[in-house]
């Protein structure tokens, strides 16, 4: 199947992205990478009557600190977060997540941003963003304001972005000494999407999210509460992932797929640094 005909803009200014985005007449859909958005249009299962390819805008690209946070533009590609000093000595949780996305074609052209607007259930970028307890910049034609992680993820695809929105910017907190992090993930082949997987950040709070386990990624709090109190107890931080309410899916039921988050979680900590 083919896509359904649309207009294709490609501004060159954020503004001029606003405005076609905050136009009410015609349902108006942005373009990064295109790795989901182009496979979703030719299945028709996105029909927007304008395409504002986001390309053209250089605001959007780029990695920079700000007082003690790692502010990445939306239209960061993964390859160029995987070639990024920065990102690997600043944020090491994104930098240990990166290389399980996909394959390499689809990181030269997928963005960061276009995996937080999307919010695949079994992504990874979105646990990372839950981990660390990051943000997300919006930005429409008539403000702009920053959601954090906590409230960002709403159900399955669905976030607390606007369709007038744009994401700008991610917003991540710089590593500290002692801070330590861990990320695991089961797939059947290296690059699918994970059964099952789980970032882990211990800054200096524990902070657990795991994906591919509900419509939204999961912050695992009874077991972030059991590490804060010993962070030794690892049987016991396994064993409050009881409360954690685990969807089954085509990889497993709920009980398969709770053991499997177990592993995951014991082999994350196991490989913290
Ligand atoms: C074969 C295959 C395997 C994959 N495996 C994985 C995997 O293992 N893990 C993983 O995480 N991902 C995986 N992906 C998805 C890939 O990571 C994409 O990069 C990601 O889903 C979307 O990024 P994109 O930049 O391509 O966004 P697009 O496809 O261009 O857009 C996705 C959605 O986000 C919206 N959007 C994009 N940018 C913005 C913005 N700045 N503001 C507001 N809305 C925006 C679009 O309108 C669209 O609705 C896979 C994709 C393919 C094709």
Not at 7 to 32: F, G
Request: charged share 20%; proline share 6%; net charge negative.
């Amino acid at each position: 199947m083919k896509a359904q005909d649309f207009r294709y803009e490609r501004p060159s200014t954020m503004d001029e992205a606003l405005a076609i985005l905050a136009d009410t007449d015609q349902e108006a859909q942005p373009l990064a990478g295109g790795q989901s958005l182009m496979p979703m249009m030719n299945f028709r299962l996105a029909a927007p009557d304008v395409l504002v390819d986001l390309g053209g805008v250089p605001e959007l690209s780029g990695i920079c600190e700000d007082n003690g946070e790692i502010v990445i533009g939306a239209m960061t590609r993964y390859r160029d977060l995987m070639a990024s000093e920065m990102v690997a000595r600043d944020v090491p949780l994104l930098a240990a997540a990166l290389p399980h996305i996909a394959h390499p074609a689809i990181r030269n052209r997928g963005t960061l941003g276009g995996s937080l607007a999307l919010s695949d259930p079994a992504a990874e970028s979105p646990a990372v963003l839950l981990a660390l307890g990051g943000s997300v910049d919006l930005r429409s034609a008539s403000g702009q304001r920053s959601v954090a992680a906590d409230e960002f993820f709403f159900g399955l695809y669905e976030t607390a972005r606007q369709p007038e929105e744009l994401i700008t910017a991610v917003r991540l907190p710089k590593a500290a000494p002692g801070h330590r992090f861990g990320f695991y993930e089961i797939t059947r082949r290296h690059g699918d999407y994970a059964m099952i997987g789980v970032a882990v950040a211990q800054a200096p709070d524990w902070r657990i999210a795991f994906f591919s386990v509900a419509g939204t990624p999961l912050r695992a709090t009874d077991a972030e509460a059991v590490l804060n109190a010993d962070a030794s107890d690892i049987d016991a931080a396994v064993a409050a992932l009881a409360s954690l309410e685990i969807d089954g899916d085509r990889h497993g039921d709920p009980a398969m797929k709770r053991h499997l988050a177990g592993v995951a979680l014991r082999r994350a900590i196991g490989g913290m640094s």
